[in-house]
Nanobody, 123 residues
Framework: QVMLVESGGGLVQAGGSLRLSCAAS????????MGWFRQAPGKEREFVAT????????TYEDSVMGRFTISRDNLKNTVYLQLNSLKREDTAVYYC????????????????WGQGTQVTVSS
């Protein structure tokens, strides 16, 4: 059974930072491209970032580029999302997702999802 478990969300002031983690089990993690998505109240789920299997390539949504960093540790079966210079519009539930064989920015192409972690940015 594949499980993805996010952690690290919380309440932070604008300009602050958070580090999200997503621990994977039930799959051969090093084979999977991983992605982060987010969903704000009343909005559709949107792409944030994705990383390839060895961590050498990543892609970001334009609004987070230069502020967020995706990384992974294949020995710990964990993917991370470092969130810096947070803005109120970053408030959302953040989800990690996994897929084969390559990176994608399309949510429907990911078969495996975590339950999400809430990030709330206050002004």
């Amino acid at each position: 059974q594949v499980m993805l478990v996010e952690s690290g969300g919380g309440l932070v002031q604008a300009g602050g930072s958070l580090r999200l983690s997503c621990a994977a089990s039930g799959l051969r993690f090093r084979d999977y491209a991983m992605g982060w998505f987010r969903q704000a109240p009343g909005k559709e789920r949107e792409f944030v970032a994705t990383i390839n299997q060895n961590g050498g390539s990543s892609t970001y949504e334009d609004s987070v580029m230069g502020r967020f960093t995706i990384s992974r540790d294949n020995l710990k079966n964990t993917v991370y999302l470092q969130l810096n210079s947070l803005k109120r519009e970053d408030t959302a539930v953040y989800y990690c997702a996994g897929r084969l064989p390559s990176r994608s920015s399309l949510a429907h192409e990911y078969p495996y999802w975590g339950q999400g972690t809430q990030v709330t940015v206050s002004s």
